[in-house]
């Protein structure tokens, strides 16, 4: 039923996150973050005690013992769940088709439809996309993006870890495991901030630890739509890295140095004179950038702020929404997470041809 | 009237906290960050519009004109507030004299009182507590610690901004500007990692930006009580500093390194070892900092984060006694608030006294 | 004529150096840094008057108008040089058939014959190869080695610049700019340290600046002959870098990083324990980086120093040679610029197919 | 006698610096190291067989066991010594008295007399001090300076550690420890820098190793003569430490940060604006950092490079006066060694009487 949302917190509804999950978790944090929304309702995990006893702990109104169960009765409900709009994580879909198909069902639907490739939530990653389109760095070049972990260099998925056995099987994870998992939000972030396309790639992707059926690392060479050049590589069995994505990008005129474990930093490097130390929370930062920021420089905003960015922007929009405005965006939508599916499959592809090029488009 | 508060999230009032406050924004986040407790009332601002308007951008169900007014009237409410207990802002009082009446009222009442002294919230200088109980680093030598701003190196209370100008205000602030507001963080955090107690200062205070009436800016030889050496500055026209808290540790066997700006890491130095850089979220952490941790290794969290888990530990506590535990505390008190006033005023009686030894006792 | 040496420093002439060039001075410097030999004839440059200039400006003894004339002359001599051994920079010949033929040469006439890899005399760097022959990393899986810099992204051969003139003239430099250049450097680095030779290489070669006959970027994958996977990028065109040469190693127990902008620094990584910031000049660095480190922690040593470690040990075996012992080795030789001469041929070969695998044997 | 010294590298006689001495070893690296001295005679060691022993190590030319019988011996040859001319390393005299002498005998004899406060030698710190007098961080209102390291925190000088022992050794270091070998770096350090000399100074000098005769740790407050403020601490006890010397000075309009173990970078951070990172090499440095200067940006220069710029001025100015010019400058000279002497002398004073203020004329 239709609702006004304009004088109160959106009610959210959770589809999985049960106790054990980590992204669950941060979903939950990140959509009340801001004060713009509250989860009330979900239907937290397939086995129905374990749903019950996360939406407790929780302090949820309503637990349900499946998302379908979830919508019906929330649907009904004077103070049901405002979220027919959905904000989903990535991998968006299990395969292919299935993004496709989601595509259109959000496109026939109308629907805000948001995917948490949460690292475009950080103020300095927006900053750096600022500059980019200002013309700041010149005709981009060289792109260098990297996202290495080691959490997975041991058959973690063979000593009960619940987050390792899914992300290793196949039949849950789909045809890529360290790519799908990681690699795309490095594709994600590259074309977020150098608004521009990969063009073709070389992908040589790697299960180092004995007995996994996906991949756990990659290296890629990249083409880009411009003729620039670029690589990309992702693992998770690079020891004694912990959650290691970063970017440099290097164009005609300066280059770009972003890590996502210092992520209020941004280094900006114009050819011939001194590196600039870019802080967020500082009055030269861009619009966009301060949209995103919530303190004064040098109080440290952080992973669950970024990906609270991503709510606030959906929500906004909802709410713009319910209120006739048109939605005004700014955050990752279905089209990326379609886009995170095919560079999926065209790493796969090239990687299995023997590394050699493909196209992406 | 008395509440059962276990099967939901505890219902806060927050005193302050209006449009154009920083910290009172931050309270509101921290306080529900972990979705243990929601903000539905306020007295936000002495202004009852101003208190009102921000009432309602926050969604908040009461707003009151004063935290009297507040107090009387969600004390008879059924669904009214439960924070009858405190999570108080630091300094904690204008002077000494209140600071002594509050802690005895707080003996007198049994209450639960936190002090947003926020920086003990970081798990890495949790860490650092643990390492320095344990005895890792042996007999503590010497102590450094510094917090450079440069927020106030222009007469900005000149120009209207809100901050600078209570700040700068002996009316509003007290006898101490710079030590106050920063210079006591400083204190409390020295206290709380080494575990030992100043014994001694000898402080140069100064006024750099013409007209002000109160310090920006202070140097101090420190004797702790044990035999320990240290050095205390603040600085508030530190140029290009943003929130520069930091503090080094020397013993007998080895040394720590910690700096807000990058929370999440602790330098641990073993004399004639390598040093080792410790990150919160590894299995390596002390329990206290694992408690204070949300994420995984490499997902950065920041200022919020800390700042809740003060009120983590203070909901925690509400609950326990609220069900008939006994509080197990972790998070400064109304102790902290008076040592901190106590610091504050043997500064500035060194300091007046051309910069001369005084004990703090 | 046969010298004893055993008394005195070595007697060196220099080929090439004369004023204008960088690295002719750096060999200056390096090869009597020690104190163990001293420069003391030379043929600095193909033009006699600035050979003649360019000796006088060091105080040689002797300055000829070519390196023929040079040898012939101090062989007469009865305080003649006596470096008929040779310290050679790299690359070291103008095309892969003079490297197989020097190979030859040196292998007949018995030579000391040392390669100014000077990258490798970083006592970090030998200590990174110590640590991987201990077994500390474990079985070698992936690495990411880069080589970046920024001064050739504008056309500057075209400004009169020297430097940039040679390097991208097919007529001087041969069939490679960046990776003839210092890709070599890259690769020559990954095999010291890993002592794993590339069994293959994917390289995709470009020139961003326009008109320049030879490429100014590559990017490589790699496959190493145990299996491990690597990445080699190389740039002179990436805004805002300097001489960015940097390596990390990962394997199935830790990893390495280093980087030659802070050389005297090694991080080791074991997995799930912190970080180890290992630093020259410390009783825990291992027996190969002592001898190549000359102060104790803390005083930094540079580029110059690890140069003329290099030096150092090819004058430690000429000495050794002169008194009858067998030489001990540890600097690059004629073997290392032949394999950097294959590396350059099979990179070109592989982008001139259109960036395909090619093997390096 | 009279030489012409235009044609050719000076001869040089040094003093001390036998086998096992750290610094001596550095003074002949860094006199010969641009080519522009040779050392060829010296009196080594006060032991003669060490002395013998030492300078055969280095192939010196002739070997003395005394400085005095160096001094006769070497006037009277023709191929004898050319540094009548002194360089000299710090402290420069055992007491004060001998230092004023010192003063008195160079102003009297008109010699050149160059003191090795090496760090001011670093390009880094010449260009920090260019950036000041321009005017580039506004009027000094606050001043850091640290010299901490770890060295002598354990009782070094009873296991037969020759550096530990004459430096902890009344009788060989006198009235000062830490203070005189460090905490004079320091000070000259801030003066050159700041171009402000310390007005008065309130010192807290402590001996944490038992047993140890002098000091081994200082805080310092400091006023300078414009009324700016200041900090200096100096350790041999700060566990963990290598040679960590740094400076940090605040403006009216900027800040200044520098470390010397990552000598080639200097940060200045303008109020309000990006931090910038400057690194030597650069087209954009002072002409006085480029002096200073060998290698492009990214080669890094250490330790050596810095002490050879002293001897590089220092020489400079010898070859100006022998051929009727005037000398320049740029280096260290005996008003430095004297200011180290008194700064010495006011910081024990300050400390003896219980850590109060004391002026320094």
Redesign the interface.
């Known amino acids: 039923m239709p609702r006004n949302v304009s004088?109160?917190?959106l009610r959210a509804g959770i589809v999985g996150g049960g106790q054990g999950s980590?992204i669950g978790?941060?979903h939950?944090?990140a959509a009340?973050?801001?004060?713009q929304a509250?989860?009330i309702a979900g239907a937290m995990s397939t086995d129905p005690q374990r749903a019950r006893a996360s939406a407790?702990a929780?302090?949820l109104k309503r637990s349900y013992d499946s998302f379908q169960e979830m919508a019906e009765a929330e649907a009904k409900l004077e103070d049901g769940i405002d979220f027919v709009n959905v904000v989903c994580d990535k991998p968006m879909t299990f395969n292919l088709e299935q993004a496709q198909e989601l595509v259109s069902l959000v496109e026939h639907k109308n629907l805000i439809f948001a995917l948490t490739h949460n690292y475009t939530g950080y103020p300095a990653v927006r900053h750096a996309r600022a500059l980019v389109r200002q013309g700041a760095?010149?005709e981009i070049?060289?792109v260098?993006v990297?996202y290495i972990?080691?959490?997975l260099?041991?058959p973690e998925e063979k000593s009960g870890n619940k987050q390792a056995s899914w992300r290793t099987d196949p039949g849950r994870s789909g045809i890529a495991g360290c790519v799908g998992d990681i690699g795309t939000h490095g594709e994600n972030l590259l074309e977020f901030i150098s608004g521009l396309k990969i063009k073709s790639l070389?992908a040589?992707l790697?299960t180092?630890v004995e007995g996994r059926p996906l991949d756990d690392?990659a290296?890629?060479?990249l083409?880009l739509e411009n003729g620039g050049?670029?690589?990309l590589?992702c693992?998770q069995?690079?020891?004694?890295?912990?959650?290691?994505l970063s970017i440099?990008i290097?164009?005609?005129?300066?280059?770009l140095e972003w890590h996502?474990?210092?992520?209020?930093t941004l280094?900006?490097?114009?050819?011939?004179?001194?590196?600039?130390?870019?802080?967020t929370?500082?009055?030269?930062m861009s619009d966009d950038a301060k949209a995103a920021t919530?303190?004064?420089?040098?109080?440290?905003?952080?992973?669950?702020?970024a990906f609270a960015n991503i709510y606030k922007m959906a929500i906004a929009d909802i709410r713009r929404v319910e209120s006739g405005q048109k939605p005004e965006g700014g955050y990752p939508t279905v089209y990326d997470g379609l886009r995170g599916m095919q560079f999926i499959y065209k790493a796969v592809e090239s990687s299995q041809k023997?590394?050699?090029?493909v196209d992406m488009d």
Not at 32 to 35: K, N, S
Not at 268 to 277: C, R, S
Not at 281 to 284: A, C, D, S, T, V
Not at 294 to 305: K, L, M, N, Q, V
């Open positions: 004088k109160r917190r980590f978790a941060v939950h944090v009340e973050l801001d004060g509250e989860v407790e929780w302090y760095i010149g070049r060289k260098l990297e972990q080691d959490w260099m041991e070389c040589d790697t180092f690392d290296n890629m060479l083409r050049k670029g690589i590589t693992s069995i690079a020891a004694g890295e912990e959650n290691g440099r290097y164009g005609s005129k300066a280059g996502q474990q210092e992520p209020n280094l900006f490097k114009p050819h011939g004179q001194p590196q600039q130390i870019l802080r929370g500082f009055g030269y919530r303190t004064p420089a040098g109080h440290p905003e952080g992973f669950y702020e023997g590394a050699v090029w």
